[in-house]
């Protein structure tokens, strides 16, 4: 508070002239030169231009054709995949008749069991799914164990020694 008093009064001294500092000398334009004035022609006239008679284009008219519309739809797709090398299988049919979806898919999971979902979808009952999951087929593979007959040999620890040494 008591700086903002102090930039206050200072500022009013300085306005009163006290502070003996002298007032900025006025600027005089004196030295520039004036303004020179110029006339505007008296008249002006465009440069003459020909102008080429040029047969309009002809303007093709487009009728607009509506877009074929079928009110009962019908699509089926099916593929299939089955990749020895990454374990890869699966398989997808669906179809689309009189309003009503129905389809089925089929993969086999990382776990290998093979999930398979049967769906139908429509405007009245939404979409519905079944989902089965079948266990994995794994086969055990039977292996044949022999009894194994090892000889072992000894050696003493005096041979070792005196290789060694």
Do not use: C, W
């Amino acid at each position: 508070m008591l700086a903002f008093l102090f930039v206050v009064a200072l500022a009013a001294l300085a306005k009163a002239g006290d502070l003996g500092y002298a007032a900025a000398p006025a600027v005089s334009y004196a030295s520039y030169a004036p303004v020179k004035a110029y006339a505007a022609p008296v008249a002006y006239a465009p440069p003459a231009y020909t102008v080429a008679k040029v047969a309009a284009p002809v303007a093709i008219a487009k009728v607009a054709v509506p877009e074929p519309y079928d009110p009962n739809p019908a699509y089926a797709f099916s593929y299939g995949v089955q990749d020895p090398t990454t374990g890869d299988a699966k398989q997808q049919k669906e179809e689309l008749h009189n309003g009503v979806v129905q389809g089925v898919y089929s993969l086999v999971e990382p776990d290998g069991t093979t999930r398979t979902v049967h769906y139908t979808a429509d405007h009245v009952n939404g979409f519905n799914a079944v989902v089965d999951r079948q266990p994995a087929k794994v086969a055990i593979a039977k292996v044949a164990v022999a009894p194994a007959i090892a000889k072992v040999a000894v050696a003493s620890p005096h041979s070792a020694y005196s290789v060694y040494h």
